[in-house]
């Protein structure tokens, strides 16, 4: 079992890692006490967050991780903890949001990332411009991107799964690239606080080779990046050599396989991750 410095430790990395935006208002900081707190049928509680006079606060719980992970291995005593700062930090932003909700308080933190990225982008100098405008993938963005999704893929999402990844807008991040008014690709994310999976990359097939893969793939990492993200991973098949290529230049690492899981047909995904800087 981790010692109490050491899980300490690992919290204070973790808050460090998030935006600064997630803390604002929690004037009583994130604390590490050593006690055992249980429910009132005798059930552990892992942490909390606290609304008192004495105004908000985290609160993790050492002594109930002693008792529930005495016997697991140090690293799964690690991400416990994190997942019980991230819990109790949504917590947070739900209790802040108020009647905004959480979902607006998150979609008005991704449109000033965008917005940044967009202005860095005018800003740069002419042969540093990208092909297309990225911009948040819309509505009347739907047919096109589901057309790309039966061009490129074996196994497309029907259009209503992109809908639904339009609309159900909380942690997920849709992209798309505009030239001329006419889209030639789409990238598709969800995330969850600091960490990011791409779940979709779609590019015209008579617009591919031109960099438009890359370059929705570098804004979304951009965007990330200033979102507070620090991991982004995904899935790619074995086979796809330019799709692997692509993402080796963008700074993907392999990370791992998944036997079997790609259908039409069946073949094993690549899994590849990024590590952003702060």
């Not at 899980?7 to 590490?32: C, H, K, R, W, Y």
């Not at 039966?150 to 798309?176: H, I, M, Q, V, Y």
């Not at 994310?189 to 990359?201: C, T």
Request: negative net charge; hydrophobic residues 40%.
């Amino acid at each position: 079992m981790l010692s109490f410095e050491e899980a300490g430790t690992i919290l204070d990395e973790a808050a460090d890692a998030l935006p600064e935006e997630i803390f604002q208002g929690l004037n009583g900081g994130v604390s590490l006490l050593p006690r055992l707190v249980t429910d009132d049928d005798g059930f552990c509680i892992m942490g909390q967050y606290i609304v008192d006079s004495m105004g908000r606060r985290v609160e993790i719980y050492y002594g109930s991780f002693e008792d529930v992970h005495a016997e697991d291995p140090d690293d799964v005593v690690a991400s416990e903890l994190r997942k019980t700062l991230y819990h109790e930090l949504t917590h947070h932003l739900e209790n802040r949001a108020g009647d905004r909700s959480l979902e607006l308080w998150d979609a008005a933190y991704k449109m000033a990332a965008l917005e940044d990225a967009e202005a860095e982008a005018r800003n740069a100098p002419p042969r540093e411009r990208a092909l297309c405008r990225i911009v948040h993938a819309r509505q009347e963005h739907l047919p096109e991107m589901a057309r790309l999704e039966r061009l490129c893929f074996s196994d497309p999402w029907p259009e209503r799964t992109l809908a639904e990844n339009l609309t159900d807008g909380c942690r997920k991040l849709c992209l798309a690239a505009l030239e001329g008014g006419e889209l030639r690709g789409y990238i598709l994310l969800q995330y969850v606080l600091d960490e990011a999976e791409i779940s979709n990359v779609a590019v015209d097939p008579d617009e591919q080779c031109r960099g438009i893969g890359g370059q929705l793939v570098s804004a979304a990492a951009n965007m990330c990046r200033k979102m507070g993200i620090r991991l982004i991973h995904l899935e790619v098949r074995e086979s796809n050599e330019p799709a692997r290529r692509l993402y080796t230049r963008q700074g993907f690492e392999i990370a791992g396989r998944r036997k079997r899981y790609y259908r039409f047909p069946k073949e094993d995904a690549i899994l590849m991750t990024k590590r952003l800087e702060a």
